[in-house]
């Protein structure tokens, strides 16, 4: 993955650092684990908690997480993606399995409930703004408009599926789909993301 | 929903925002539109930096737990042909075709299953990889001048070599072997005359199944079998638990 931006104070997990320490998790190796959790674990846990905000539940998920990493580092494919790619991608399903389960299960007033919050974009743009390396991502995230911004992150640090974020911001399906995929595809020209 | 449609459902799908269904047959379009794989992975990518700007530090005691519950957690195999599964005893001609069967069922089912953002390409490569070792295998067993020899591994363990001179290749079915300790695995070799050539490493989670060898017979007259750390050695570092000849 090309790094336009680089995070200052944040770990550097050169990716291909920690692409060469998942390769030897794979093989069994339980120091290189150690080293690799010791990149990981932040990012995990901060995604996570993100999503489901109460902290036991989210260490519970992230250590799920961690332990899936573990099992299935031989299943990781460099082509298509980093190593933190692969980690978080897998971090942030389990994360929103766990939000669409307690949805499942809660009755139709909790649900109601849920999508009657204020959207959580605010509290999300202030956790990102207190941590300076974080300031590309916020500054890729102005560059969106209102709607691919609420449409985008309404999915990924709230977990809502596409049809919860259209009936949210009151706007059709499609649209929803069209500005979640237009507003990655800006976001990954700001933040210089390549394949 | 139409290819069109289909294809403005990159964003929602590294969002993780389909419901199962539509995420089911966007997974079945990426199959036939590699620019739309192409996309996914970029655009995951891109989600994957919102993950990383949340990065907060995890209380010490979690460390502790993780690494403690992995000792005991069994790490799954790479996405290769799963290996065929023997029950019960054969007749060796049966065991051969059960094999060669088990191991197109393998092949079938196994192998291709892969984390969210399936590129087609790779795909098809690794369901060729796989086909092609299966194939192999299936080769080895069902081939006319295949001969086996049966021996013992350690308490309550057997093992069988099949050979096929013709295909220049043998396999080894492997019944009830003991797992590896952690952090070690099975290493095959052919032996050439007293030196060991390496034929692969078996699975540690299978410790019953047929595998191929790596590699051409040639002039090897048996096999060992050794207790190897993780990922294999060059040479042998340990005694055999087991050697074997080949049939002549």
Known sequence: MKEAVHLQGAPAPGPDGLQELIGRVARGDQDAFGRMYDLVSGPVLGLVRSILRDPAQSEEVAQEVLVEVWRTAARYQPARGSGMTWVLTLAHRRAVDRVRSAQASADREQRAALLDRTPAYDEVTEQVEARLEREQVRRCLRTLTELQRQSVTLAYYRGLAYREVAELLGIPLGTVKTRMRDGLIRLRDCLGVGA | ??????????????????????????????????????????????????????????????????????????????????????????????????????????????????????????????????????????????????????????????????????????????????TPPPGKTYQLWFNDAGTMRSAGLLDPAATTGAVLLDGPVGKASGMGITVEPSGGSPAPTSDPVALMEFPA
């Open chain 2, 1 to 178: 929903m139409s290819t069109a449609e289909l294809h403005t459902l990159t964003g929602a799908y590294a969002l993780h925002a389909l419901p199962d269904d539509e995420r089911l047959s966007f997974e079945r379009h990426l199959v036939d539109c590699l620019s739309c794989a192409q996309e996914v992975t970029e655009l995951a990518a891109t989600a994957a930096r919102l993950g990383r700007a949340m990065t907060e530090n995890p209380p010490v005691r979690m460390k502790t737990e993780v690494l403690r519950r992995i000792t005991t957690e069994r790490q799954e195999g790479p996405l290769t042909v799963r290996q065929g599964r023997v029950r019960g005893r054969y007749g060796r001609a049966a065991t051969r075709f059960a094999l060669a069967a088990c191991l197109a069922a393998a092949a079938t089912f196994g192998g291709i299953a892969a984390w969210q953002h399936q590129v087609a390409e790779d795909a098809q490569q690794q369901a060729q990889t796989a086909q092609r070792q299966t194939e192999a295998l299936a080769a080895v067993l069902a081939a006319p001048d295949a001969r086996t020899t049966t021996g013992r591994v350690g308490d309550g363990a057997s093992a069988t070599v099949v050979v096929s001179r013709s295909r220049d290749r043998a396999a080894f079915v492997a019944s009830g072997m003991p």
